[in-house]
T-cell receptor, first 116, second 111 residues
Framework: DADVTQTPRNRITKTGKRIMLECSQT?????MYWYRQDPGLGLRLIYYSFDVKDINKGEISDGYSVSRQAQAKFSLSLESAIPNQTALYFC???????????????FGPGTRLLVL | DAKTTQPNSMESNEEEPVHLPCNHS???????IHWYRQLPSQGPEYVIH???SNVNNRMASLAIAEDRKSSTLILHRATLRDAAVYYCILRVPGANSKLTFGKGITLSVRP
């Protein structure tokens, strides 16, 4: 089973709709991240969370919100979707590994979102 | 933040070594050099990282220039499965460090 899972894997929605993308991890990591990837570009950070009580904006947080429901779950919401939010969204985690802090990030398979 | 510069693309033949360059002329003394790769239709995955000395792992080797202003990711024997986008990323270790992705270099592997 994958360590980082994302649901849904694909989503089509209409402008103005509220949608939520979910991320779950079984790695026991404290830190979780949401990234967005547009065609031909690298990933850009939307939000990140270093523990359940910590939420931080990334470089492109406008139009998005997040919720860290538990250590293992981090959700990304688009309150009112717009077409330029059409993109590939990735969740990632990092944390303690073999008793030592590791900065390696582990990514989920991505959610492909199309806003019409 | 210090930035990295990579060629847009590179081609290789299967079973031959591949050297993927990265320039980071404004690197600071505390920046680690990380490499991730993204296979088609997948999320990025960690490849290797280093600070000053060359590093080897089961996936690749990382050669770091003596002045640290450039580095090279070496795949010793390319396979078709190594076709991916490879990202060279600088990170300052610490509690608030995050990954900043550029466009990366697209590696194509010819059979």
């Amino acid at each position: 089973d994958a360590d980082v899972t994302q649901t849904p894997r694909n989503r089509i929605t209409k402008t103005g709709k509220r949608i939520m993308l979910e991320c779950s991890q079984t790695k026991g990591h404290d830190r979780m991240y949401w990234y967005r990837q547009d065609p031909g570009l690298g990933l850009r950070l939307i939000y990140y969370s270093f523990d359940v009580k910590d939420i931080n904006k990334g470089e492109i947080s406008d139009g998005y919100s997040v919720s860290r429901q538990a250590q293992a779950k981090f959700s990304l919401s688009l309150e009112s979707a717009i077409p330029n939010q059409t993109a590939l969204y990735f969740c990632a985690t990092s944390g303690i590994e073999r008793g030592l802090w590791s900065e390696t990030q582990y990514f989920g398979p991505g959610t492909r979102l199309l806003v019409l | 933040d210090a930035k990295t510069t990579q060629p847009n693309s590179m081609e290789s033949n299967e079973e031959e070594p591949v050297h993927l360059p990265c320039n980071h002329s404004t690197i600071s003394g505390t920046d680690y050099i990380h490499w991730y790769r993204q296979l088609p239709s997948q999320g990025p995955e960690y490849v290797i990282h280093g600070l000053t000395s060359n590093v080897n792992n089961r996936m690749a080797s990382l050669a770091i220039a003596e002045d640290r202003k450039s580095s090279t990711l070496i795949l010793h024997r390319a396979t078709l499965r190594d076709a991916a986008v490879y990202y060279c990323i600088l990170r300052v270790p610490g509690a608030n460090s995050k990954l900043t992705f550029g466009k990366g270099i697209t590696l194509s592997v010819r059979p």
